[in-house]
């Protein structure tokens, strides 16, 4: 994940409202710490489900994913809208008319988007490990896709939720691809998350493809399986990679920080571990999570950490600092002593390759 980041300038307190523990380490955007969140998910969960619907409002999306039962149906991620006339599935890029699914982008005539040329090597979650590090010379085309099937509050990106479909401010697939040239060496679908608009992320990484650009992926995992499939042959074909967000391995904290589930991202996770031998040089899975202070810390790390190595103990796994935004602004910078701690957690749970990432956002608040 690219952060724009942004460092605040003092940590505040806030207090659980379930247990009246005090920290720094709380974010007034939940009011629910961690351990209740974990402990007491039938309490802490209504609260978070609140926190996303004022987080959302602002940008004119929905407070949650609809599921009318006569609504018509999106199956392009794993929330598995469905949408009656007039609604907008939970991206904000789905709407029904006269009972028909309506795609306002996404498709590959009509991408909503941002791209830029970043000079290699980058900072992507895998430039330890990928191919792109070493292309002196060379550049990476960025394509930050402005959507997004979660939530995130401690959002390192958030800024994508500006973006509105009814601007008509669309790139092609064609279009996008179009702008390689000769010392592009790869492509990086991101975002927001390339999962609400993977039939245009598709069409392009196919043309790009053509033009010998390895294709890269950087996603929470929430697309459908059959995409998520297309997404890593083209990657395994050009040498490219996908670099999965596991953002939280409890069921109840990934819905309280992200507002969605995370069952369907493990088992995309484990889809595509499955094909990690078919190439693991450079590697076509990577692993990523969030440091984000009070909430994501090093047991939580260790959990996923065991979850990759019964997979395969050599998929690449980067802790990668948090920055203070969005809604969980009032949280410090992730401290030196929380990502050394979940190294050391990651590699006691058996992975053999783990890096701290960001190292210059780490801190010492706590």
Same mark, same amino acid.
């Given at each position: ?54 987080a ?6 929905p407070?949650?994913e ?7 149906a999106?199956? %392009?991620?794993?929330?598995?809208? &469905?949408?009656?006339?007039?609604? &907008? ?14 795609h ?6 009509r ?8 000079? %290699? ?5 895998a ?5 792109g ?43 996008? #691809?179009?702008v ?22 598709l069409?392009?990484? &196919? %043309? ?18 059959k ?22 391995y ?20 484990? &889809?595509?571990?499955?094909?990690f ?18 909430y994501?810390?090093a047991?939580e ?21 948090? #920055? ?21 957690e ?5 992975l ?8 210059h ?6």
């Amino acid at each position: 994940m690219r952060a724009r980041t942004g460092r605040a300038l003092d940590a505040t307190v806030a207090q659980c409202l379930l247990c009246g523990r005090s920290s720094n380490l709380i974010s007034a955007a939940l009011s629910v710490c961690a351990d209740c969140i974990r402990g007491r998910p039938s309490e802490a969960l209504p609260r978070a489900a609140e926190a996303h619907a004022r987080a959302r409002a602002p940008f004119g999306l929905p407070p949650a994913e609809p599921k009318r039962p006569d609504g018509r149906a999106c199956v %392009l991620c794993a929330r598995q809208c &469905r949408i009656a006339d007039g609604e &907008r599935g939970y991206c904000g890029l789905r709407t029904a008319r006269a009972g028909r699914l309506i795609h306002l982008a996404g498709v590959p005539e009509r991408g909503m988007l941002e791209w830029y040329r970043d000079p %290699l090597p980058t900072n992507c979650v895998a430039d330890w490990v990928c191919a792109g590090s070493r292309q002196l010379g060379f550049h990476n085309l960025a394509v930050f896709y402005e959507s997004c099937t979660l939530d995130c509050l401690f959002c390192q990106n958030w800024h994508f939720r500006r973006a509105r479909p009814e601007r008509g401010d669309f790139l092609s697939a064609e279009e996008l #691809a179009a702008v390689a040239n000769e010392r592009t060496f790869c492509v990086c679908f991101f975002g927001g998350d390339p999962a609400s608009q993977m039939p245009h992320a598709l069409a392009a990484g &196919r %043309l790009l493809a053509r033009r010998g650009v390895a294709v890269c992926w950087e996603t929470a995992g929430t697309c459908n399986p059959k995409l998520l499939d297309q997404a890593i042959e083209l990657s395994l074909e050009t040498g490219g990679c996908i670099k999965f967000d596991l953002k939280a391995y409890d069921r109840a904290l990934y819905q309280a920080l992200t507002g969605g589930s995370n069952e369907a991202v493990f088992e995309n996770f484990a &889809r595509a571990a499955c094909r990690f031998r078919e190439r693991p040089e450079p590697p076509l899975v990577v692993a990523s999570t969030l440091l984000v202070p009070g909430y994501v810390d090093a047991a939580e790390v260790g959990r996923i950490a065991r979850f990759i190595a019964e997979l395969d103990p050599t998929i690449p796994y980067a802790l990668l600092g948090f #920055a203070p935004q969005f809604a969980m602004s009032d949280l410090p910078p992730t401290s030196l002593r929380h990502a050394e701690e979940a190294e050391r957690e990651a590699r006691r749970a058996g992975l053999r390759r783990v890096r701290i990432g960001n190292r210059h956002l780490l801190g010492w608040d706590y």
